[in-house]
């Protein structure tokens, strides 16, 4: 980094324009003088960190003014870069960074922050090199062990080495034992659940299966059950069959008579044969006896007719009516004539009869005793025949009997009753609500047996790709101790070592031939024993006989010592690749300040002696005239803020 040029204004006391070109400035020792306030460290400041860094050490807060701006251009590896800091009058600050006249950064702070830190390294690492602040702000002896030994890890470009370990080590995060470890376990651990799951799903299956078998037991039952109601009807209807069959049969045995019924018709019908006759005999019988008292009444008649007309014959007639008078003795006696024919007619059918009043008494008699026999054979019959229909209905009621006990299983079912259905119904569907419970939860379990095998595949197949990466796992390992701080980086501090105190030694020796000899102790011994990693400066005082820290030392002899130290580190850092450009500007503020006489001037060639063995274009110092006169070039501030380039 070769400074060309810097504007400036609004600079703490710097109101108006200032611009120095340093391009035109020869190689050397460049001096900034001037009287005490006049400007000398903010002009030193303006020219490095303050723009770069918006910082200007050893001054705090707004050293910017509302309206003001710096730039600083320098050449850096060939290519112009530009770097300029505003504040606005509103009080907002901005920054851009242009390389060869293209903005790369800005104007937000943060972005140009960064680029600037990408470009030039942390400002801790400025400060305690290239840049020495007024009052020793940020030199190497004033920092702990630890921030000694981050500064100097990037003086030797370890950050690129750490970046090796730190990408090690982040493969090997991703690879990391304990989670290797975590499925592992996970795997033994879900293959153990498998197990467990697969038990349960056994035991889920034998409880469905027994679920099942009595549901189905109870589910025959019920269907027995259901098959015997279903039959009462039929029982029923075959109990009464039965009991009308044998009704029928206790009826039959009742009226069965001795005579069969055919013997009964062939006497009924005999009987009957008979009355017809009878009934005639009776009726003639009844005729002749009424003929007869008809001819005996008729024969009475003209036996009177003829016994007044035999005493009319023999008395005197009458004159006038003696021919009437005869005429009726001949018509009494034509009338007797008539009735003894009747009479004698009568008796002669009698005598045919068998007599008249016999006759009629034998056929009624005869009659009626054939009435009897026959009604009697009726009855007879008629019993027959009623114990024929019984027998008859007997049979029938048998066969239906007999029908219904065929459509009956073998074992007729023994009566039931609805309580009993129902009490089987409620257990059977408690069994069903059983085996559906069981079901469910067979179910379940052998979802979570799925579950269980599918996270075992999951899980196996995870420990066999972390098995699989865990071969990479000593590679990395590996190549994260090579490169970390214990290995490459230790072996590159302790390898760097000797050329940083050889260049500071040197360096010491143009002020105090001989005498010092400086000494980076990177580890410690402990009090209980074993070593510790430390970033000590050790100073050996071969004119005192003792060693220890630059805080031994007296303020001359500390000034000289930093000042070799940063020197030393600026050098190394350069040479072994802390930053991509090679530091051509060191800055020194005041330091010969606390060097007196002869040491200031060794002190002045200790300087000159760095910037040969650095290869530095410029070393700009701010002195007092002792220095000034011993400068290549000296930049005079007045106290009124004029800037002048002296040669």
């Known amino acids: 980094m070769r400074l060309t040029s810097l504007r400036l204004r609004g600079v703490t006391r710097f109101t108006d324009d200032v611009e120095v070109d340093f391009s035109s400035i020869p190689p050397g020792l460049v001096c900034v003088a001037g009287s005490n306030g006049a400007g000398k460290t903010t002009l030193l400041g303006a020219s490095g960190p303050g723009p770069v860094y918006r910082d200007l050490p050893p001054r705090s807060g707004d050293w910017l003014l509302p309206g003001g701006h710096v730039e600083l251009g320098f050449d850096l590896a060939g290519r112009e870069y530009v770097t300029r800091l505003w504040r606005t009058k509103a009080g907002a600050t901005s920054a851009t960074l242009k390389i060869d006249g293209e903005r790369k950064a800005g104007p937000k702070v943060r972005a140009y922050d960064a680029a600037i830190r990408d470009l030039l390294g942390p400002p801790e690492a400025f400060y305690a090199s290239a840049y020495a602040a007024q009052g020793g702000s940020g030199r190497l002896g004033a920092l702990g062990p630890a921030e000694r030994r ?279 569907t408690r069994l069903s609500d059983q085996w559906a419970t069981a079901n469910a939860l067979l179910s379940a379990a052998a979802e979570a047996y799925s579950v269980a095998e599918k996270a075992v595949l999951a899980a196996e197949k995870a420990w066999t790709e972390a098995e699989g990466r865990l071969t990479d796992l000593a590679p990395l390992e590996l190549l994260a101790e090579a490169f970390g701080p214990t290995g490459l980086q230790a072996m590159e501090i302790d390898a760097a070592g000797p050329a940083f105190t050889a260049i500071a030694d040197k360096l010491v020796d143009a002020c105090f031939p001989g005498r010092f000899r400086i000494e980076l102790a990177t580890q410690r011994e402990k009090k209980g024993g074993g070593t510790a990693e430390t970033f000590d400066v050790v100073v050996y005082d071969s004119e005192r006989g003792r060693e220890g820290p630059i805080e031994m030392l007296s303020g001359g002899e500390q000034v000289v010592m930093d000042e070799a130290i940063r020197t030393a580190l600026a050098i190394v850092g350069t040479d072994r690749g802390a930053w991509s450009h090679r530091w051509r500007t060191l800055w020194r503020d005041e330091t010969p300040a606390n060097l007196y006489g002869e040491v200031a001037e060794r002190y002045l060639a200790m300087l000159a002696r760095a910037r040969e063995v650095g290869g530095y274009h410029h070393l700009i110092v701010v002195g007092g005239e002792h220095v000034a006169l011993g400068a290549d070039t000296v930049i005079r501030v007045s106290p009124e803020g004029a800037v002048r380039v002296e040669r």
């Open 150 to 428: 981050k500064l100097f890890r990037f003086y030797l470009g370890l950050d690129r080495i750490q970046a090796v370990a730190d990408a090690a080590k982040s493969r090997i995060g991703a690879y990391d034992l304990g989670a290797y470890e975590a499925k592992r376990r996970s795997a033994n651990e879900t293959k153990r659940e498998a197990k467990a799951a697969e038990a349960r799903l056994a035991r889920a299956v034998t409880a469905e299966g027994a679920a099942r078998s009595e549901r189905d037991r109870a589910r025959a039952i019920l269907d027995d059950l259901a098959r015997e109601l279903s039959l009462l009807p039929k029982v029923e209807e075959y109990r009464v069959a039965l009991s009308r069959a044998g009704d029928l049969a206790r009826r039959f045995g009742a009226a069965k008579c001795a005579t069969p019924s055919a013997d009964m018709r062939r006497i009924r019908d005999a009987g009957l044969a008979l009355l017809p006759e009878a009934r005639t005999r009776v009726d003639r019988a009844r005729e002749a006896s009424s003929l007869h008292r008809e001819a005996e009444a008729a024969f009475a008649a003209a036996e009177a007719r003829c016994g007044r007309a035999e005493e009319g014959w023999f008395s005197p007639p009458d004159p006038e009516g003696f021919c009437s008078g005869c005429e009726f003795v001949q018509a009494a006696g034509q009338e007797r004539s008539n009735a003894i024919a009747s009479q004698r007619a009568a008796a002669a059918e009698v005598i045919r009869l068998g007599g008249v009043g016999e006759g009629a008494e034998a056929a009624e008699a005869r009659l009626k005793k054939l009435t009897a026999s026959v009604n009697a054979a009726e009855k007879l019959l008629a019993q027959a025949q009623e114990a024929e229909r019984a027998e008859v209905e007997a049979e029938d009621a048998r066969l239906l009997a007999l029908e219904k006990r065929r459509e009956l299983p073998s074992s007729v079912p023994g009566a039931r009753t609805l309580r009993e259905a129902e009490e089987a119904r409620s257990h059977a």
